[in-house]
């Protein structure tokens, strides 16, 4: 009888996978033509964006970016095409500037690529690790220094107002071992207060009479464009997050006071749609000042706009505070740490980690809303649309104005939304 083996004794060369089960080809079998019903509708998709892109590749890709009229732009398609459909990109050639600074005068423009030059080096250091450290020193300066470029005047103005701020410093230093973390607060914000709000202008003018050096003055209604909605926007989200902080504490404070003041004011604002606190800030404000008071408009817009974002940001840091375990409170009391320097320490940077795609969401959103200004009178890259369209060279153009201010929107919170993602993802390997 002859003995025959079962098992294999070598074994057989590896062979390639069918073309039809890797790549491109696998995928789109795998995903996209598993089936009769996944196939029809697979092919009606295809023939929808064929359809939509087939019109607007030609729309978008015309010659005209050197037209000077609307007129110009419809012959130059004519002759290319047959028909005057298609995009008027002369406008975008023509208007840009007016686009992005508003009615800045085109001598002057070095002054807001200044600033926007130096809070990219103000905020650097904050946004990544391997930025020189000693940038951080721009921040406390930059604010005051952004004012001055953006609307002129003596230099001695933002230099007496950063005195205050370095008043407030001082007072911190000065009594953080001698009195309660409530009082140490209220004198350090207070005291840079009434220094600006009583000293500040008298002693600069003085100050400007005996060494005079300004420059040219810019006033708000020259404020348009990009320029306008970064300004409002920007101002908004940095001075909302320190703020929103402070509301969700008060919240959850133990002081009745402080609890239900801040409840108060965050149910408050987020009642009233922002649209009317700005028609509050350029109608009603003025009349609650003193005589004779001058509170710039663009001001009192900053300041509504980053109240209102201050609510919000308020109940997205409460929502980090709750999501925390009652663990952490109990290990920073053991390890026998105050109040603020628990919260410093321990408590609000895991909240914040937390809250990170709610904060940058409710940052999106503002600089989304500053597009509201325009209701109020303020020339924002919406309300420029209706400088340009009362010019009778291009009354007619609409599409491609709201494409160009679409996109320049798109380039700040989609590069917003990307480094929110990086953060998320850099917190999630520290770990």
Not at 79 to 85: I, V
Request: glycine share 8%; proline share 5%; hydrophobic share 55%.
């Amino acid at each position: 009888m002859r003995n025959v083996s079962f098992v294999r004794s070598e074994m057989l060369a590896e062979q390639t996978p069918p073309l039809t089960s890797i790549g491109v080809i696998g995928w789109a079998r795998e995903n996209l033509f598993n089936g009769w019903f996944n196939s029809i509708l697979t092919v009606i998709s295809l023939y929808i964006v064929y359809s939509f892109l087939s019109f607007l590749i030609p729309w978008v890709l015309t010659p005209t970016w050197k037209a000077t009229s609307l007129n110009e732009c419809r012959e130059i398609n004519t002759a290319l095409t047959g028909h005057h459909s298609g995009a008027c990109w002369g406008v975008i050639t023509e208007r840009w500037p007016q686009f992005i600074f508003g009615f800045y005068d085109r001598s002057i423009l070095w002054r807001p690529i200044l600033v926007f030059v130096l809070f990219l080096a103000t905020i650097a250091p904050i946004l990544f690790e391997r930025v020189p450290r000693k940038l951080f020193l721009l921040g406390p300066v930059f604010p005051f220094l952004a004012v001055w470029l953006l609307w002129g005047g003596s230099i001695w103005s933002p230099v007496f107002s950063f005195l205050g701020l370095v008043l407030g410093y001082l007072v911190w230093r000065s009594l953080k071992e001698r009195v309660n973390a409530v009082i140490l607060l209220l004198s350090s914000i207070g005291v840079p207060i009434i220094w600006w709000m009583f000293l500040t202008e008298p002693a600069s003018g003085l100050l400007a009479e005996i060494i005079p050096y300004e420059i040219q003055i810019l006033p708000s209604r020259d404020f348009g464009g990009l320029l306008l909605s970064l300004t409002i926007g920007l101002t908004a989200i940095f001075c909302s997050l320190p703020i929103g902080i402070f509301l969700a504490l008060g919240r959850q404070s133990d002081l009745l006071i402080v609890k239900v003041l801040c409840v108060w004011f965050i149910e408050f604002i987020r009642g009233v749609p922002l649209i009317t606190l700005l028609f509050v800030a350029s109608t009603l404000l003025n009349i609650f000042m003193p005589p004779g008071t001058n509170f710039d408009i663009i001001m009192r817009v900053v300041i509504m706009v980053t109240l209102f974002s201050s609510a919000y940001m308020a109940e997205v840091v409460r929502g980090g505070l709750a999501g925390l375990d009652s663990g952490q409170y109990e290990a920073a009391n053991a390890l026998g740490f105050s109040y603020w320097k628990a919260q410093r320490l321990i408590i609000m940077p895991q909240a914040l980690k937390i809250s990170i795609p709610g904060i940058v969401s409710n940052f999106i959103g503002v600089l989304k809303d500053t597009t509201l200004v325009s209701v109020i009178g303020l020339f924002d890259p919406i309300g420029l649309t209706t400088v340009v369209l009362a010019d009778m060279r291009w009354n007619g153009v609409y599409w491609e104005l709201n494409v160009f201010v679409a996109l320049c929107f798109f380039v700040f919170c989609f590069s917003m939304s990307r480094y929110s993602m990086y953060l998320e993802r850099k917190l999630r390997k520290e770990n």
